[in-house]
């Protein structure tokens, strides 16, 4: 339970809840009742006890290990070793992701937080996201500025760098092309989003139907050029014949 790891989370940082909600510009009542009555707690306030707290997201996070060192005192700064051991495991996330450990959106989020938005240190996740150009007014949408090879968009319905884009989205439905165009119009740098979208699109072997998770993200390449980021995870996916 989400729940029962933030109030795990205080008691390894040694604060009561409601000073954790204080210092990370939370409502404290909120969360206490979305905790107390086992109600959802909204992504954005599980983004912003991590960022105050110093842990990542992947804590909250069922099934996923968490590497845990004893928390510094707020007025230190990280010692040396600290910070070897962070690059370590850093290093060792990035050596399963090329022995083909499938990364989550929580690890790419991770990443884009720990290197500011910028795509540095990309060479582990750049097979597996696409990145685009800002949208701009009268695009039909969003220009690719490279796909990777094993993105869910090329996988799926082969999408590529040099599409026709008006054909490629002719095929889906207009609700969900609406709902993709929009998603871009409001990713601006340092700004992200995870969302769940459902897609249906006519394709070579028929209708197909399904849903899937999207980690959007405004980043700046190595000229700080503006660019889109999105990494996708399917949920499900159905054909019909």
Avoid at 89 to 97: D, E, G, T, V, W
Avoid at 145 to 158: C, I
Wanted: glycine share 4%.
């Amino acid at each position: 339970m989400i729940g029962q790891k933030v109030l795990d989370l205080c008691k390894l940082k040694g604060l009561t809840l409601r000073a954790a909600c204080q210092a990370s510009g939370l409502k404290y009542s909120t969360l206490h009742a979305q905790i107390s009555n086992h109600r959802p707690i909204p992504f954005k306030t599980i983004d912003k006890l991590s960022r105050k707290l110093n842990v990542p997201l992947s804590y909250f996070s069922e099934g996923q290990p968490l590497f845990q060192v004893n928390a510094l005192a707020t007025d230190s700064a990280p010692s040396g070793s600290m910070l070897q051991f962070e690059t370590s495991i850093n290093a060792q996330a990035k050596l399963l992701a090329e022995q083909g450990y499938s990364p989550s959106i929580d690890d790419v989020l991770d990443w884009l937080v720990h290197v500011d938005f910028q795509l540095k240190d990309f060479d582990w996740i750049k097979d597996q996201v696409d990145l685009y150009y800002p949208l701009q007014t009268d695009d039909i949408m969003a220009q690719p500025h490279s796909v990777g090879r094993e993105s869910l968009a090329a996988q799926l319905v082969g999408f590529s760098k040099d599409v026709d884009l008006k054909a490629h989205f002719d095929k889906f439905d207009a609700n969900d092309v609406a709902v993709i165009r929009l998603s871009h119009a409001a990713i601006t740098p340092q700004v992200y989003s995870v969302t769940d979208q459902a897609f249906h699109a006519q394709w070579n072997q028929g209708a197909i139907s399904g849903s899937y998770r999207k980690l959007m993200a405004g980043v700046r390449d190595e000229n700080g050029v503006p660019l889109t980021l999105v990494f996708c995870r399917l949920i499900n996916f159905n054909t019909h014949q």
